[in-house]
């Protein structure tokens, strides 16, 4: 009996994106009867910030780039609409699958919604229950709309149970967790990145600040940069691009032990993270990659949709408040003891699977 050959339309924007998109593409090529299509909308569009992402997981080029690059959230998931309605209406695919949380995921979202194509959104269910972030509001409109819904953790399915959500939900683990765990050894053969920073493992804290709640508010950022210099410990921050741009505002003194370099691909991230006394962080994404890891790591935010690695002591939250900051950077931190909250690393074969028997 011939198979049915099914088209999924796989849409990506930021480096989170290509992270999680990446062991699902290489899923997607061990079933026959399915057709990749990848559309990258440009919401992420330099070289540190993407290129090297799709080199380095092994991603292949995108079918298309929307090329929509940075504006306003209004803006941006507008204009992703825009161009991505043709693509898809020349494509006609059987499924699109958005991930994360992202502007491109909602426009993603939306954009199938209105042409009535069924929609997979993988890491559902995620909240933070704050919804003056933008990534809440994305999270939630995709999932409301979705038809499949992957979710991480067990948390996360009942978080969907909450809204009333419970057709098309299935906890499936993290994706990322597939991500750390085929390419850790990878990333600690080939990085080179300690030796180029000149640092050795457990001599450094690794800060890394992209949210807006973080950046756009100069104080929040300020509080944050002067926190860490006031450690005097060795400071490894790779500056993502529009956090560059307002510390320039800020014209701080220069600090001897923060160390400013550029946005590191996804290999010299992990080895970095894995190598860190502490990390740093605003990112959901770092904050579970310094679970899997075995890292404390302080958040800079006042709550996380990542609770489980909260509730063991692997992680912190601290907002910008300097004195708990500091507080947290001089603690002692002892091992505690690993959960498998998020999987056993082959979610994608798992998405597949479900997606492969239900798509008719």
């Known amino acids: 009996m011939k198979l049915k050959m099914i088209k999924i339309l796989s849409i990506v924007g930021t480096r989170p994106n290509f992270v999680k998109i990446a062991p699902l593409l290489k899923e997607i090529k061990k079933h026959r009867n399915l057709e990749s299509v990848l559309v990258h909308t440009g919401q992420h569009y330099d070289f540190g910030m993407s290129e090297s992402f799709f080199e380095e997981l092994s991603i292949p080029k995108p079918n298309y780039n929307l090329g929509v690059g940075s504006g306003s959230h209004a803006w941006q998931t507008a204009e992703i609409m825009k161009k991505l309605e043709q693509v898809v209406l020349a494509e006609n695919p059987d499924l699109i699958i958005v991930v994360g949380d992202v502007n491109s995921?909602?426009?993603?979202?939306?954009?199938?919604?209105?042409?009535?194509?069924?929609?997979?959104?993988?890491?559902?269910?995620?909240?933070?229950?704050?919804?003056?972030?933008?990534?809440?509001?994305?999270?939630?409109?995709?999932?409301?709309?979705?038809?499949?819904?992957?979710?991480?953790?067990?948390?996360?399915?009942?978080?969907?149970?909450?809204?009333?959500?419970?057709?098309?939900?299935?906890?499936?683990?993290?994706?990322?967790?597939?991500?750390?765990?085929?390419?850790?050894?990878?990333?600690?053969?080939?990085?080179?990145?300690?030796?180029?920073?000149?640092?050795?493992?457990?001599?450094?804290?690794?800060?890394?600040?992209?949210?807006?709640?973080?950046?756009?508010?100069?104080?929040?950022?300020?509080?944050?940069?002067?926190?860490?210099?006031?450690?005097?410990?060795?400071?490894?921050?790779?500056?993502?691009?529009?956090?560059?741009?307002?510390?320039?505002?800020?014209?701080?003194?220069?600090?001897?032990?923060?160390?400013?370099?550029?946005?590191?691909?996804?290999?010299?991230?992990?080895?970095?993270?894995?190598?860190?006394?502490?990390?740093?962080?605003?990112?959901?994404?770092v904050q579970k990659e310094s679970y899997w890891l075995g890292v404390p790591c302080i958040t800079l935010r006042e709550e996380t949709e990542l609770v489980e690695t909260v509730n063991f002591g692997w992680n912190v939250l601290v907002g910008t408040d300097k004195n708990k900051i500091l507080k947290e950077i001089k603690k002692v931190n002892f091992t505690k003891k690993h959960y498998d909250y998020f999987g056993n690393g082959k979610t994608a074969d798992k998405i597949l699977r479900i997606l492969v028997s239900k798509i008719k």
């Open 105 to 285: 995921t909602l426009a993603g979202a939306l954009t199938a919604a209105k042409l009535y194509i069924p929609i997979a959104h993988v890491e559902a269910g995620l909240r933070s229950f704050n919804r003056s972030m933008p990534e809440e509001t994305n999270r939630i409109l995709t999932d409301h709309i979705s038809d499949f819904l992957f979710c991480p953790t067990k948390i996360s399915v009942e978080n969907l149970k909450k809204e009333g959500i419970t057709k098309g939900v299935y906890n499936v683990g993290d994706i990322m967790y597939d991500a750390l765990l085929s390419n850790i050894k990878i990333a600690e053969k080939k990085s080179k990145i300690l030796e180029k920073l000149e640092i050795k493992k457990g001599e450094y804290l690794l800060l890394t600040v992209h949210r807006s709640s973080n950046t756009d508010n100069l104080n929040n950022l300020q509080k944050i940069i002067e926190a860490v210099a006031e450690s005097n410990e060795r400071i490894i921050f790779p500056v993502h691009p529009r956090t560059k741009k307002q510390i320039e505002k800020l014209q701080l003194k220069h600090w001897e032990n923060i160390k400013y370099i550029e946005p590191v691909g996804y290999l010299d991230m992990i080895v970095l993270e894995k190598n860190a006394k502490k990390i740093l962080t605003d990112s959901g994404g």
